[in-house]
């Protein structure tokens, strides 16, 4: 109830303040840019016309871009912006979590530019928008643009996503849509409902024509994520007692960092034999799991959604738009982890050697027996909400017959707030036995008796972690830009423009633990909370366990803050708490801009381009707070920098024949750095693994923006009307890419936030914490081909007509250098490493079938294995985190009740496919001796109703 009354609430705001402002406005006749209203838009309706509407799109186009447009009013063929796009040629997809995909690259690259109707949009300090939070229904078009010239933004070396709302002037008159849809995900079993509805209309008047449109969505999604993970590798002694160094015993952990070297990037060697120096003497070594931990991760996600637009065209020659948008993110998750370790030595009986086996060939134990282990449950609750708001003026004049000017103001704002709660039970079980690979790449295990990890009276209530973040952006943004008509010989006209933002973003948290040592149990039944049904498709795993239960501490979290204040006075109850600020950042940024278009003949043939120039510049002040651990007392500091960069850009495009178009495209982009990159007050983690030292990270302020060259070589033959087959050659040349070096520091007692640590090692003169830190230490290039197909093939049989094929495959290669450090913090090598996220090969593969009132796709999507992220450099293993192959395969079918009303129905990873990973460096780690965890992310299939007038 409270999330309709928000959801109604914002919009009525909105709306009063669209149509305030507007009036204000016309009162005025005041002049200001936007993106021109399309008075020649049409609604295409059917994946064909989809299809078709798209293929337009591409040729008009200077850039190289993709669209996705609307198959009907509000009508993408998917839930969500990301979801979306994963067909689009050269776009790659991963994460499919929570009942959607997360994360889109463009040409294996994360950067991109977000931009609505042409503004950019950002989520709260971030540089681009979450774009799954912006629902399918509010979406007219999509366009990917893979170049740009010096008209367009410069930041995103990736690409840019503009995705276009409707307006009132798109429609020849008053026009209403509603849509409804219910979608049952898989492993939640949960059904859940999306609603949206449009509403337009336009009117001529004495003072021109108006224009009016409102557009709405709300959608519910409770999810579930299952994951199955074995620990790091580490080194074990022999489990023969003639082959044990003195002072060890048989399968002891070695802790000893003298004797080995933690995070290299090889990790230990994994031979058979292989053997570590101990004080002059070989003895040879084992490699096992320190432990294995199981996730269970259920949640609720909202996602209300708004956004209106007003239009007044007073005359032939110019056209006001007022538009605003609202995008709303509510999410409760409740994690249940299960963590246990495996790495206990002291109780192996006569026989340690028969408590292992090992993969043949090597000293990788695959499976082993250990009694009196230590573990704990953890109930992990997460809230976190987001609020973004656009409102923007914008008005298109046409001064004369020679020039035109565009003008728009706007201002955003984005807040995004979480709070984390963890409360950790512990025991120590009697026994477990683990297969870290079982089959599958997965891991197996059980305990003695896993009726006990339902018993709240076996488990003390331990840890109790309380943090809390706070994150908020804002924009004010004025734009003016022109096109005058030259007409001087091959010059036909030229564009310029300037634009100036002015960009603010700060971060807050806080964050507290304390230790309460109570069974739970005694507590009463209403703190405990069991699952079911755990990984039925992963592996043979413990399918349900006891935790804390995270909603009844939520909603009595006072006193449970009480609680904990009463074993430990230092613990804060909830009247004590406040949010401390760790930076804040003002940056403002001047565009100028200067473009000719060009156009003349070559070999009796017409060929066109545009020269530009863009001219950036980026003052940027931030302030800093450092919080000390013991006083509480906060010290402020401040950094400022400057820069500016020229951006030259350059584009061909030559009508070999009349269905052949040639494209050349030269420009270049930049990556700024994220905001929490340039913040260097040290964030701290405890050593939960025991090895002798911390982690932690500390951003830096003199980070510069990382800059790209961008070469694109294109054909595209468009053989009949409704069909096209293009190819790509491209390359990216990279300076100054953001990478993390590692050096190690000591955290006096007064400074160290784990002084009363009982997890890590000993902190009473201090610890020890090796640092990442990000700097501008790297280059890279990544370069590859694309290749697409739209074919709808004529003269099929009857039954077959209507037909066709979307296709597309993308072939990458990508290369770094990354400077390795030692934990001094000097460089010491220079490794080549492929970019993080890179697939080398991906494909996609529809057939598309329209007759009658019939519609339909299926759809297959798949990405060869890539290299995810590198592990902490803590542990023994290779220190890549690489992906296996991910693939979904996708089903849609509509049907046309009549011109008003449609039904269809849609399948989303039908084959049911998981996300795996595995431990990879070189030529050391494979999927097999190395895996790394399982996640269960399941299908979704929904049933959706439209309706429009």
Not at 371 to 392: H, I, K, L, Q, W
Request: glycine share 8%; hydrophobic share 35%; aromatic share 10%.
């Amino acid at each position: 109830m409270q999330y309709q009354l928000n959801l109604k609430t914002t919009v009525a705001c909105m709306l009063a303040t669209g149509l305030l402002s507007s009036a204000s406005v016309w009162a005025q006749e005041a002049a200001v840019q936007a993106e021109p209203a399309d008075t020649s838009t049409v609604i295409v309706t059917g994946v064909k016309a989809s299809l078709i509407k798209s293929l337009a799109i591409k040729r008009t186009n200077d850039q190289v871009v993709e669209s996705i447009v609307a198959e009907d009013i509000g009508k993408l063929p998917d839930n969500n912006v990301v979801e979306a796009l994963q067909r689009v040629t050269g776009i790659q997809v991963t994460n499919r979590a929570g009942g959607e995909v997360g994360t889109l690259s463009i040409r294996g690259l994360p950067d991109l530019q977000t931009t609505w109707n042409g503004r950019n949009i950002f989520t709260a300090s971030g540089t681009q928008v979450a774009l799954q939070d912006i629902p399918s229904t509010l979406v007219r078009q999509i366009d990917v643009y893979k170049t740009r010239d010096a008209s367009q933004l410069e930041t995103g070396i990736a690409g840019q996503v503009d995705v276009k709302s409707l307006r009132p002037f798109d429609f020849k008159g008053p026009k209403v849509s509603i849509s409804a849809r219910e979608t049952y995900l898989d492993p939640a079993k949960k059904a859940n409902p999306q609603l949206s509805a449009m509403l337009s209309n336009r009117w001529q008047t004495g003072v021109g024509e108006f224009g009016a449109l409102i557009n709405l969505s709300a959608n519910k999604t409770k999810y579930r994520n299952e994951s199955v993970t074995p620990g790091a590798m580490v080194p074990f002694t022999s489990p023969n007692a003639a082959e044990v160094p003195p002072g060890y015993t048989p399968l002891q952990r070695i802790f000893d960092n003298t004797i080995w070297t933690p995070g290299t990037h090889a990790g230990l060697p994994m031979a058979e034999g292989s053997t570590l120096d101990f004080n002059g003497k070989a003895y040879p070594y084992y490699l096992a799991r320190d432990a294995v931990f199981q996730s269970d991760l259920q949640g609720e996600r909202k996602r209300p959604a708004a956004n209106i637009a007003l239009q007044w065209k007073p005359n032939s020659d110019s056209v006001y738009t007022f538009e605003s948008m609202y995008n709303g993110y509510r999410d409760k998750a409740f994690n249940q982890l299960l963590f246990s370790f495996v790495d206990w030595w002291g109780d192996l009986g006569s026989n340690p050697a028969g408590t292992i086996t090992t993969f043949p060939g090597t000293n990788v134990i695959k499976s082993r027996h250990v009694n009196n282990v230590y573990g704990f449950n953890s109930g992990d609750y997460t809230t976190s909400a987001t609020d973004s708001r656009v409102y923007a003026l914008n008005g298109k004049w046409d001064l004369g017959d020679r020039l035109k000017l565009e003008g728009d103001l706007s201002y955003q704002s984005s807040s995004y707030h979480s709070e984390f709660t963890a409360t950790r039970i512990d025991r120590v079980a009697p026994s477990i036995d683990v297969d870290f690979n079982a089959g599958g790449n997965n891991t197996a295990f059980h305990f003695n008796n896993d009726a006990d990890l339902t018993d709240p009276a076996k488990w003390n209530v331990a840890q109790f972690f309380d943090n809390a973040n706070r994150n908020k952006g804002s924009a004010a943004t004025a734009n003016l830009s022109g096109v005058y008509d030259a007409n001087w010989g091959a010059l036909e006209t030229i564009q310029f423009g300037v634009r100036f933002d002015d960009r603010k973003a700060s971060e807050a948290n806080r964050t507290q633990s304390g230790t309460l040592n109570r069974n739970l149990a005694s507590l009463g039944s209403e703190y405990s909370s069991t699952n079911s049904n755990f990984g039925k498709d992963i592996s043979d795993v413990p399918r349900t366990w006891v935790e804390p239960n995270a909603y009844y501490i939520r909603d009595h979290i006072d006193d449970w803050r009480k609680l904990f204040n009463s074993a430990d006075s230092n613990f804060q109850t909830t009247d004590k708490l406040s949010l401390q600020k760790t930076f804040e950042v003002d940056e403002k940024t001047n565009n100028l801009f200067l473009m000719g278009n060009t156009r003349n003949e070559l070999f009796g043939r017409r060929l066109r381009g545009n020269f530009g120039v863009r001219y950036v510049k980026v003052d940027t002040d931030m302030t800093f707070y450092k919080v000390d651990a013991t006083t509480k007392a906060v010290t402020t500091s401040s950094a400022s920098k400057s820069t500016s960069k020229v951006l030259p850009s350059m584009t061909l495009i030559y009508d070999a024949s009349k269905d052949l178009v040639l494209r050349t495209n030269y420009g270049e982009t930049l990556r700024r750095p994220n905001f929490g990159d340039l913040n260097p007050v040290l964030q701290l983690n405890d050593d939960v693994s025991k090895v002798g030292y911390g982690s932690g990270s500390g951003g830096n302020p003199d980070l510069k923006p990382t800059r790209s060259k961008n070469l694109d070589l294109t054909a595209e033959w468009y053989f009949q009307k409704d069909s096209a087959l293009y190819g790509t050659l491209f390359k990216r040349k990279i300076d100054g890419l953001v990478v993390n070096l590692r050096h190690r520091v000591h955290v006096d007692p007064a400074n160290d936030p784990f002084r009363n640590s009982t997890s890590g090692g000993d902190h009473t003169n201090g610890y020890d914490y090796v640092i990442n830190s990000p700097v501008n230490a790297s280059n890279g290039t990544i370069k590859g081909a694309e290749l697409g197909l739209i074919y709808f093939p004529k003269g099929l049989p009857s039954l077959l007509d209507g037909l066709g094929f979307q296709g597309s495959y993308t072939r990458l290669s990508s290369s770094q250098n990354v400077p390795d450090a030692n934990d001094a913090g000097i460089i010491v090598a220079q490794l080549e490493t492929p970019f993080f996220g890179v697939s080398r090969s991906s494909y996609n593969a529809t057939l598309a079938y329209e007759k009658g009132p019939v519609s339909a796709r299926l759809s297959y999507v798949w990405r060869s294995g890539f290299l995810s992220s590198n592990e902490a450099a803590l542990f023994a293993n290779p220190i890549g985190i690489w992906r296996h192959p991910e693939k979904s395969v996708d089903f849609q079918i509509s049907y046309k009740i009549n011109d008003n009303m449609s039904f269809d129905i849609s399948g989303v990873n039908l084959t049911n496919e998981m996300q795996q990973q595995y431990y990879h460096f070189g030529s050391a780690g494979n999927a097999q001796l190395s895996n790394f965890g399982t996640v269960q992310t399941g299908r979704s299939v929904s049933a959706g109703l439209h309706w429009k007038m």
